[in-house]
């Protein structure tokens, strides 16, 4: 049998559209304790391997007596994911260029090009031809209201009926979705709140501070102002739709492939996942019905902080709220989050939501932006929110020591997390571990 770091292992590799790109067992035969780990966005699967075998080796490393007379196993999870970069606050300053550029009316054809690189990156994931997409994204920026209602059109083609997610996910892109919107007022919302935003960083001061921002990070504010940006950030959007669309749909095919697997008496089977890939094993835990995870642990999730919630608006509970509700995990729900993290802390909060929302030019979480008061906040950034009393624990990290989790959420504060892919490290392996033990 394969190994990988030393354990044995399968590779279980899915298509898009939640089918299975291997055949043969799901899990390695003969071990106490199966590890299945899910990668998250912008991961190949030789990245998404060599990932998975530090993390792996390092769990080894600290476990000492810990996982004493018990043996592991793993099964790493692929699906497609690469493609699409994992910070888009960085990347959105990456396609559009100076602030100068970007406020004004359109940017430069240098900052024109950068997005059609960008569309034509981002194609495949809209099963769009590459040339149909570019064009699509230089008349939105370049034409007039009627190009910008044609992208946004081709858009929610490619994004597929609204009932084809959960309620939740609906409500996070109720804009982007609503047929009765149209494309031309999305797009001069979020021209009009990157406006705001330039001028906020312009005037500096409270409105600056009111925004977050401060500093030498006010030199890069502009990147959601202008036509250009506007485009760049409902490309985005639906980008991220889709990303977390298919990380549900794979989840719930892996489940249904567990349930059908089951378990040996005395087997543990323990649920990793990072970032989307955190969605991806939430999601496989909320469809089993026969198989009951023994740990689940989200490390720098991008999904919805509401996601295990009840009550996030009336009648709405998060997409996974059976998770909680029904225990559907024996043992511990880890779950790590840090404001370090500006793809899900940023980058998320200004993907998920709509455009006269977009409080464009931040830089950094606040509690009313990608932070815990923030209705569009990530899971990464602040972990698990509106749960009822007594469903959860807060516990702040130094990550030198493995922690002591007791059953049920443990919200995990690691500021040793430095950015949303600093996981290969031994202080996450101690999380991992205290899930495990």
């Known amino acids: 049998m394969a190994t990988l770091a030393g354990l044995p292992y399968v590779a279980l590799r899915f298509n898009k559209d939640g089918t299975r790109a291997t055949s043969g067992p799901i899990w390695p035969s003969g071990v106490t304790d199966l590890i299945v780990i899910s990668h998250g966005w912008h991961q190949d699967p030789d990245d998404a391997e060599q990932m998975y075998t530090q993390m792996l080796a390092h769990l080894q490393a600290q476990a000492g007596s810990r996982l004493a007379g018990r043996t592991l196993g793993v099964t790493g999870v692929y699906w497609p994911s690469d493609q699409f970069r994992d910070d888009l606050s960085q990347e959105s300053v990456a396609v559009l260029g ?20 960008r569309a034509r990156d981002l ?33 929610r083609a490619a994004m597929g009926p609204p009932g084809e997610v959960d309620a939740e996910m609906q409500a996070e892109h109720a804009e982007l979705l609503d047929p009765a919107v149209a494309g031309r007022e999305i797009v001069q919302g979020l021209k009009s709140a990157g406006a705001r935003g330039a001028a906020a960083a312009a ?12 500093g030498a990070a006010a030199s890069s504010l502009g990147f959601l102002s202008g036509p250009v940006a506007a485009v760049a950030t409902l490309l985005n959007q639906a ?59 989200m490390l720098q999730g991008a999904f919805s902080h509401n996601g295990l919630g009840v009550d996030i608006k009336p009648g709405l509970n998060g997409a996974f709220r059976n998770v909680v509700a029904d225990a559907k995990v024996a043992g511990r729900i880890a779950i790590t989050h840090t404001w370090n ?26 509690d009313h932006f990608g932070g815990a008061k923030d209705i569009f906040g990530g899971m990464g950034a602040n972990g ?35 950015s949303h892919s600093d996981i290969r490290t031994p202080q996450v392996a101690r999380v991992l571990l205290a899930a495990m033990a």
Request: glycine share 12%; hydrophobic share 45%.
């Open 203 to 214: 005037s500096g001061g409270q409105a600056a501070a009111a925004l977050g921002f401060g």
């Open 98 to 117: 100076s602030a100068a550029a970007a406020a004004v009316a359109g940017g430069d054809d240098a900052d024109l090009e950068k997005l059609k690189t």
């Open 341 to 366: 993290d500006h793809a899900v802390g940023v980058a998320y909060a200004i993907a998920s939501r709509a455009s006269n929302e977009v409080a464009s030019g931040f830089i950094g979480v606040t």
């Open 384 to 418: 698990a929110l509106r749960l009822k009393d007594g469903e959860s624990v807060r516990q702040v990290l130094d990550g030198q020591t493995v922690p002591a989790l007791g059953a049920g959420v443990s919200n995990l504060k690691c500021d040793f997390i430095k």
């Open 123 to 155: 194609a495949h994931l809209f099963d769009m031809a590459p040339d149909r997409l570019e064009g699509l994204v230089t008349y939105a920026a370049t034409g007039g209201a009627g190009d910008a209602d044609a992208l946004v059109e081709a858009l």
């Open 239 to 297: 980008a991220y739709f889709n990303l977390k669309k298919r990380a549900g749909i794979v989840g719930v095919a892996l489940g249904k492939l567990v349930d059908a697997a089951g378990l040996a008496d005395g087997q543990r089977l323990h649920l990793v996942g990072h970032s989307f890939g955190a969605r991806l094993v939430t999601a496989a835990t909320s469809t089993m019905t026969r198989v009951k995870p023994y740990s689940l642990t």
